[in-house]
């Protein structure tokens, strides 16, 4: 089979290549196939990094919009939706399945008009005879008069596979049929992830240089002495622990996590010296699990380190900066309680609670892995569930 991947063109953001690589390469183990998948990317050693972390060699780049002639513009796709220009290239007669990898690009949160134009495009595959499937999507809710406009658009897909009740409420309350919940593809296994001793000596913790956009209050120099506040409270209560500060996305540069890794990194190595480690170079995301396996903790202002360490069954405190936290980490998960949300907070309401949830996460340890146990096991008997009907593609 021949499968379009969109929403991996980037692996170094480490939560969009687990989901990548994981569907690659469980997709192959379900269907018992050597599929070829065409990944949309600008930097062909994304699909390098890809071909490493699953061993499998059949994953071949092409030019994001591929399926499209090159040039196309938005204006463009609605014209080609209205049948009044030829946009599609030659390329799409090699393709079988397009495979829309989750995110949450069709929720409203970066803007409303991504999600009409990807609707659109989408649309005009299917009307070319493809099968379109969303996969470990949060979506919605949609405003004004784009709910009515995507509840069409999306009705017009083969599936959607919803990553979280919250979504699939939402989308079924808009009266779609096409839906079916699953769960976030990077709750699997990876490939290379090894099995290490849960030693608990570390700490593993990610800040992120996107989440103070989104924050209720203060700018970044705020952002940074908050984060300065959580190290000095992780650090006292723990003073046998090493916490390793890691950077989760490192492309692209605007969001990159190493500028704030490594600030924080300078301002705290001659406090804390041997006790502190940063890794900010080039990983893959089964490293980062190695961490975390070890580590007592998470601490992350992204939301895969958390996914990971729901995964490894190592009791984590998100930093959230949108819905799709609360859908998968606190309704499908049940860990809503361990969500600090930065848009809601001020610094000193964020700074009380996160105390507040280590002394928590203290005495509920054991409780909260039993429920990731029980929860990871569900998750993979949904996705495996999920991989088996796309791979009949009978929707």
């Not at 593809?185 to 956009?213: D, G, H, M, N, V």
């Amino acid at each position: 089979m021949n499968i379009y991947v969109y929403n991996c063109p980037n692996t170094f953001n480490y939560g969009s290549m687990m989901m990548g690589e994981n569907f690659v390469s469980y997709f192959n183990k379900i269907t018992g196939e050597k599929n070829n998948y065409f990944v949309e990317t600008d930097d062909e050693v994304n699909i390098t990094r890809l071909r490493e972390a699953t061993e499998i060699n059949e994953i071949y780049p092409v030019l994001q919009n591929s399926l499209f002639k090159e040039g196309t513009s938005k204006k463009d796709y609605i014209c080609g939706y209205l049948r009044m220009k030829n946009i599609i290239s030659d390329f799409i007669k090699k393709i079988d399945l397009v495979v829309v990898l989750g995110g949450d690009d069709f929720t409203e949160d970066y803007g409303w008009k991504r999600p009409i134009v990807n609707g659109i495009r989408f649309n005009i595959l299917k009307r070319e005879g493809l099968k379109v499937v969303m996969l470990g999507q949060t979506m919605g809710p949609y405003e004004s008069f784009r709910k009515p406009v995507m509840k069409y658009l999306l009705s017009k897909i083969d599936k959607i596979y919803p990553r979280d009740p919250i979504t699939y409420k939402y989308l079924d309350e808009l009266g779609l049929k096409n839906i079916a919940i699953t769960d976030d593809l990077a709750l699997l296994t990876l490939s290379k992830q090894e099995e290490k001793k849960r030693t608990k000596e570390f700490i593993t913790y990610c800040p992120s240089e996107l989440i103070y956009r989104f924050s209720k209050e203060g700018k970044r120099p705020e952002w940074i002495d908050f984060n300065l506040f959580m190290i000095d409270k992780i650090m006292e209560k723990y003073p046998d622990k090493k916490v390793v500060i890691l950077a989760h996305v490192i492309k692209p540069e605007t969001v990159d996590d190493r500028i704030i890794a490594n600030e924080l990194f300078a301002l705290v190595k001659n406090k804390y010296k041997n006790r502190i480690i940063i890794e900010s170079g080039e990983m893959f995301p089964y490293q980062v699990r190695n961490y975390i396996q070890q580590s007592l903790i998470t601490i992350s202002s992204r939301m895969h380190p958390v996914v990971s360490s729901i995964q490894c069954e190592t009791p984590a405190i998100a930093l959230s900066y949108s819905s799709k936290y609360w859908g998968i980490i606190g309704e499908r998960y049940g860990l809503g309680d361990y969500i600090i949300d930065v848009r809601h907070l001020t610094y000193d309401e964020m700074k009380s609670k996160f105390v507040e949830l280590l002394n928590v996460i203290d005495s509920q340890y054991d409780k909260i892995q039993k429920k990731m146990s029980e929860k990871n096991k569900l998750a993979n008997e949904t996705i495996m569930k999920t991989l088996k009907e796309i791979s009949g593609t009978n929707f």
